[in-house]
């Protein structure tokens, strides 16, 4: 699979709890696809969730793409369920529907794709299993759930430029159509400062406080994620 670097970042952090927060479109999809392969290889049970039924069956055709590559045996024994013949089995859930808190009550293995679309409470729930991911949009609502400050936690944010599936004409478009500060904040992860006019990047992996940087001088600032990204940085 075809993982930029913070992508592998995450893949290959040996800690048992990672986030993955980004702009639209940063590649989630393809991250939680190939953690829930690897999650099947380590555990008997992974539950993978969205919040809508669209997007869960968006990431089962991906794992299902994908281990058509690796050449792996598995068997589909029913649209929401991959299993693997060495071991290890998938099943794909739709956070809009109910009765699926009581059937993943003890999952060991869980990741959670589009968080910021998700109920608090379902996230708090799930994130207290052994094994979790957690991907989504930069929202002050994951930065709040999510205990970074635990060292049992992996970490990477994630720019759409990164992708690398990106469609430049989708992203032309979103940049064209979009104010210039919500194109900043939702696809480059950046901040626009409108008081003194520096353009603030973010760095990769520095939860919870950020030293937010100027792309065009040597100004600086501590951010804390948790109060959200937006364009209301001062001097």
């Known amino acids: 699979m075809n993982l930029h670097p913070t ?15 980004g702009g639209r479109v940063c590649g989630k999809t393809r991250l939680v696809a190939a953690e829930a392969l690897e999650s099947a290889a380590d555990w008997t049970n992974t539950d993978v969730f ?7 069956m968006e990431i089962r055709d991906r794992v299902v793409e994908e281990a058509d590559k ?10 929401h369920v991959v299993e693997f013949e060495l071991g290890g089995k998938i099943r794909f859930w739709s ?8 059937k993943v009550r003890s999952s060991p293995s869980v990741i959670i794709d589009e968080a910021q679309e998700i109920k608090d409470r379902h996230i708090e729930e799930l994130i207290e299993r052994p094994n979790v991911v957690v991907a989504g ?7 709040q759930i999510v205990p970074y400050e635990n060292n049992s936690w992996e970490y990477a944010i994630c720019p759409t430029t990164l992708n690398p599936e990106l469609n430049g004409a989708m992203l032309e478009e979103q940049w064209m159509s979009t104010p210039n500060v919500m194109f900043s904040a939702d696809f480059l992860i950046r901040l626009l400062d409108l008081s003194n006019k520096h353009t603030l990047a ?9 030293k937010a940087r100027c792309l065009d001088c040597g100004y600086s600032k501590t951010v804390d994620v948790r109060d959200g990204v937006d364009a209301s940085v001062t001097e």
Do not use: C
Request: charged share 30%; glycine share 4%; no cysteine.
């Open 7 to 21: 992508q592998r970042h995450i893949i290959e952090s040996p800690k048992d709890k990672k986030a993955y927060i």
């Open 95 to 102: 956070t809009q529907t109910g009765g699926w808190k009581k």
């Open 202 to 210: 973010l760095p990769e992996r520095s939860y919870p406080y950020w």
């Open 70 to 79: 690796m050449d792996v045996s598995y068997s589909v024994k029913n649209k």
């Open 50 to 56: 969205a919040p809508q039924h669209r997007m869960v």
């Open 137 to 143: 949009q930069n929202h002050e609502r994951i930065h």
